[in-house]
């Protein structure tokens, strides 16, 4: 009897001890190829909450600056600015895609070849409560931009 409560305690702190279940979650992560001598590319994903929630920001070991971008037509002219955050709406999945809202990986320190993969730490807030979040994106051929765009 005393073996089975040491264990059912044991198991009882290692459930404890666990992270809760991420609250945002990631799919089809990449990042536009680059050519020799390019300093600056997007990460593009798709991102879903269970609950309302903000990308805050992000990071890659690959670039000097990682910023959140909007591309935007004004005036009938295409803009690209940083945004503080992105909201993420409850359940509902927040696409960042060529053309739109992006990670902006600037100042690169090495070129992005097709078949590569960059590591992107995104930082999301939920209730007043922050996630790190590791995404692994495969870098796509630099026209990938031109070939998603078809697709749309």
């Given amino acids: 009897?005393?073996?089975?409560?040491?264990?059912?305690?044991?198991?009882?702190a290692l459930f404890i001890a666990l992270p809760a279940a991420a609250q945002v979650s990631v799919t089809d992560p990449w990042v536009r190829g680059t050519v020799a001598g390019q300093m600056a590319t997007?990460?593009?994903?798709?991102?879903?909450?269970?609950?309302?929630a903000r990308?805050?920001?992000?990071?890659?070991?690959?670039?000097?600056v990682v910023e959140i971008h909007e591309m935007a037509l004004e005036?009938?002219?295409?803009?690209?600015?940083?945004?503080?955050?992105?909201?993420?709406?409850?359940g509902r999945t927040v696409e960042l895609k060529p053309g739109g809202y992006h990670v902006m990986l600037m100042d690169l320190k090495?070129?992005?070849?097709?078949?590569?993969?960059?590591p992107v730490t995104l930082v999301v807030e939920t209730a007043g409560k922050r996630e790190t979040i590791?995404?692994?994106?495969?870098?796509?051929a630099p026209t990938a931009r031109n070939e998603?765009?078809?697709k749309h």
């Fill in 55 to 64: 990308l805050l920001e992000a990071a890659s070991p690959v670039a000097g």
């Fill in 75 to 90: 005036n009938n002219i295409m803009r690209m600015r940083a945004v503080p955050a992105l909201p993420l709406p409850a």
């Fill in 148 to 150: 998603m765009m078809k």
């Fill in 110 to 118: 090495q070129q992005m070849k097709e078949g590569e993969v960059v």
């Fill in 42 to 52: 997007g990460a593009f994903m798709k991102l879903q909450s269970a609950k309302d």
């Fill in 1 to 12: 009897m005393t073996l089975l409560r040491t264990a059912g305690a044991a198991m009882a």
């Fill in 134 to 140: 590791e995404v692994k994106a495969p870098v796509r």
